[in-house]
């Protein structure tokens, strides 16, 4: 590693600017293919395709032209539903729907038999309900629902219609991320500027990690596109995609134009701080960059493209950010020279107000050194308070209940939403919550058998009423003909379940355990499908996986961290901190949105947590937080590989590595943390949710976690922090990550001094 950088590091030095040329090149290669991949991304990729919700799915796509896109429109007179107006209406639309190649089946109170136009009816009767079952699935179907929808929706001569169901919430999920990715932007970017222009003070400073992260975001779109080809991709991909290609660029960048500063300030000439910052900085970035990719790479284990696609964009924009910054940065530092530094905005300032120029502080005035000092002074009470804290933080988290997305992920002036909430409040049978029982060989049960199979499912409490082929069963009694989608094909058969039973309620776990529990027809076997199931499977897809998920970053992080230390006892450190910081997140996520706290900040909590947000977090926020851990340790150990490696050294050393990467930790964190925070102004909640809990992360995490528990940990441990046993240091000698002899050592503790003061 140490000596490809090196060859980098001599690359710049000789051809700046071809290698810069040959960047532009290709970053405006990777628009041209990147740019148009919005157009070929999903809403979907939620359930586990292998579930039981899937299979009957399947069940019912090839044998009965069924499918779970469903498009609901919603027809409301303020006379009545039952109104001439409202049933010329609402038939007019229903017989477009029904004449429709996409429309699979279609059915309305105004055309239905009288028991199942009853369902259709709102309790107040103002409101008519039409379902169209679409076809294409969830990557079709949501166009051809918008296609359907958006000529009949509106208000005239005193109607409201409205469009809702599966398919237009996916639709509407899909236009309104590529809005909230263009909102996103807006706001990190020119945030994210200022605090570079902070930092560097230099405008063209400020602005090589604004370019090297627009490299990666276009890079990582491109190979999306490259994917979308040979799988599906989820849209909410470009979020992280945006998010973490910003945020990781600036970070890596940042790092090394800081460090290349900090040996120009130590006295070295400019090709040997490049030399020297590539080994040491550039080998941190690249340590950093596979420490991260890895943790992302672990939602590949989980069976649902959403958490899939994360893997492909996570992957793909931290492998263009570290590109960009170890092989565009140090060209442009050359290419650029004292140009570098050009348009120093803090010196323009502080002429204006006719302030001095700063003057260089040694070590030990430095805040981040003294505050290090003061920690380890004191660092029983001060780990022990933060610990205390970060728990309190964490403790809601022990009561998260998992769901699966639903309406209420868009904002209230969706039409979507608005028709889910007509659903769940306005109407006796929460459709939402409606079920398909598929059976899959009936050919050994008779037409009696099935029924009294419906006739038992009736029985169930908070079912409604149960649609089979040979009529619609309420309380084990028949009632009526065929009231929704139901038949016998091809040796399969299915029966529609109608419930009354709140989605995501205590209840409508009961029931589903209790249609389960019925026996099927002459001891065939049965398939649940709907929401309540798929919500279930969804959960279960998680959970199951979950201890693979996290015993995999678990040892890739130990791993890679005793790669880097030839430690035992830090990469322990740092998974214990990291569960600590991540904790206090995860805490506030559900003390907000599940519970509705601070107004779930504008989103409409469901009493949920949607069951992919947390797996998603933990996966990005670990890698993250590897990012910094990093950082720091890289620079610590700098130091005490040239100390004497007393108890005292130890300490000096983790001061001297804080006082020299505080600043730059800080700085990268406030960045990430707007790009994150960026994702706040979605308007799709599990995309708030998952831009909150990032943010609470990288700002615990780089704060309380780094600048305060890492310090009094080490000090408590002194020497022990580099202890391994002999089998492992001798391992470590072997294959460790050393990035060999130095082109100069270390500057003395009292020569150290701050950069861009």
């Not at 089979?468 to 065929?482: D, R």
């Not at 419930?499 to 205590?506: E, G, Q, R, V, Y």
Request: hydrophobic share 50%.
């Amino acid at each position: 590693m140490g000596a490809v950088l090196h060859r980098i590091a001599r690359l710049a030095l000789r051809s700046p600017r071809r290698i810069l040329a040959v960047a532009a090149l290709l970053a405006a290669l990777t628009a041209v293919v990147g740019l148009p991949v919005v157009g070929h991304l999903s809403a979907g990729g939620f359930q586990d395709p292998g579930s039981e919700s899937a299979r009957a799915a399947q069940v019912l796509s090839e044998k009965f032209d069924q499918s779970d896109q469903q498009l609901f429109i919603t027809v409301t007179d303020p006379a009545g539903a039952t109104s001439e107006k409202a049933r010329t209406e609402g038939s007019g639309i229903t017989a477009r729907l029904a004449a429709s190649p996409n429309v699979l089946s279609v059915s309305s109170p105004w055309t239905a038999p009288p028991a199942a136009a009853a369902e259709l009816l709102s309790t107040d009767s103002r409101t008519g309900l039409i379902i169209a079952t679409i076809a294409g699935g969830e990557n079709k179907a949501p166009q051809y629902a918008a296609e359907l929808a958006d000529p009949v929706v509106g208000e005239r001569d005193g109607l409201v219609i409205r469009a809702g169901g599966p398919a237009v919430i996916y639709d509407q999920i899909n236009q309104q991320t590529k809005h909230d990715l263009l909102r996103m932007e807006a706001i990190a970017i020119p945030l994210s500027f200022l605090v570079l222009v902070w930092v560097f003070g230099g405008l063209i400073a400020a602005a090589l990690p604004m370019v090297v992260g627009l490299m990666a975001i276009l890079g990582a779109m491109a190979v999306l596109r490259g994917i979308t080809t040979f799988t599906d991709v989820s849209i909410f991909a470009l979020n992280i995609t945006a998010a973490l290609g910003l945020a990781l660029a600036i970070d890596y960048t940042l790092l090394i134009v800081s460090r290349y500063r900090d040996e120009i300030s130590g006295g070295a000439t400019p090709e040997a701080a490049l030399v020297r910052t590539m080994c040491t900085a550039g080998r941190t970035v690249l340590f950093s960059a596979v420490t991260v990719a890895l943790s992302l790479s672990a939602l590949l284990v989980f069976p649902m493209y959403f958490l899939q696609s994360f893997a492909y964009s996570g992957i793909a924009t931290v492998a263009f950010a570290v590109a960009a910054a170890v092989i565009v940065t140090p060209a442009a530092i050359v290419a650029l020279g004292t140009r570098l530094d050009a348009f120093d905005i803090r010196r323009l300032v502080r002429r204006a107000l006719g302030r001095p120029e700063p003057v260089a502080k040694p070590v030990d005035q430095l805040f981040w050194y003294r505050s290090t000092k003061f920690v380890m002074r004191r660092s029983i009470p001060v780990g022990t308070a933060i610990v205390a804290l970060l728990l309190l933080l964490g403790s809601p988290f022990l009561g998260i209940r998992f769901g699966s997305p639903d309406d209420r992920v868009l904002p209230k002036s969706a039409s979507a939403h608005q028709v889910g909430d007509l659903l769940r409040d306005g109407f006796s049978s929460n459709l939402n919550s409606g079920l398909s029982v598929v059976i899959p060989d009936v050919a050994g049960a008779t037409e009696a058998d099935v029924d009294r199979y419906a006739a038992e499912l009736s029985r169930v409490p908070d079912v409604s009423l149960v649609s089979a082929p040979g009529g619609t069963f309420a309380g084990g009694t028949k009632v009526g003909p065929p009231s929704a989608p139901t038949g016998v094909s091809e040796g399969s058969a299915f029966l529609s379940v109608r419930s009354t039973a709140p989605l995501f309620s205590d209840a409508s776990a009961v029931q589903l355990d209790r249609l389960h529990a019925v026996a099927g027809p002459a001891g065939a076997g049965v398939l649940i499908g709907g929401v309540p199931q798929i919500n279930r499977d969804i959960v279960g897809a998680v959970t199951s996986r979950m201890p693979l998920v996290l015993s995999l970053i678990g040892v890739i992080t130990f791993v890679l961290l005793f790669l880097l230390t030839g430690s035992l006892i830090l990469p322990i450190k740092a998974l214990v901190l990291n569960v600590l910081s991540l904790s206090a997140a995860f805490g506030a996520l559900v003390w907000v949105f599940q519970d509705g706290h601070l107004g779930a900040l504008g989103t409409t909590p469901t009493g949920t947590m949607e069951a992919n947000i947390p797996v998603l977090m933990f996966c990005v926020a670990f890698g993250l937080s590897m990012d910094y851990e990093v950082f720091l340790l890289a620079r610590i150990r700098e130091f005490w590989l040239n100390s004497g490696r007393t108890r005292a050294d130890s300490d000096e050393s983790v001061a001297l590595g804080l006082a020299r990467t505080g600043r730059v930790v800080t700085a990268a964190a406030l960045i990430m943390a707007i790009a994150f925070a960026a994702l706040i102004a979605a308007q799709v909640s599990f995309m708030r949710i998952f831009g909150l809990g990032l943010t609470l992360a990288v700002l615990a995490d780089a704060t309380l976690v780094r600048m305060a528990l890492l310090p009094a940990f080490m000090h408590v441990m002194g020497r022990w922090n580099w202890w391994a046993p002999a089998p492992l240091a001798r391992l470590h000698e072997r294959f460790g990550l050393n990035e060999g002899p130095p082109e100069r050592p270390p500057a003395a503790p009292e020569s150290l001094a701050t950069v861009g003061k």
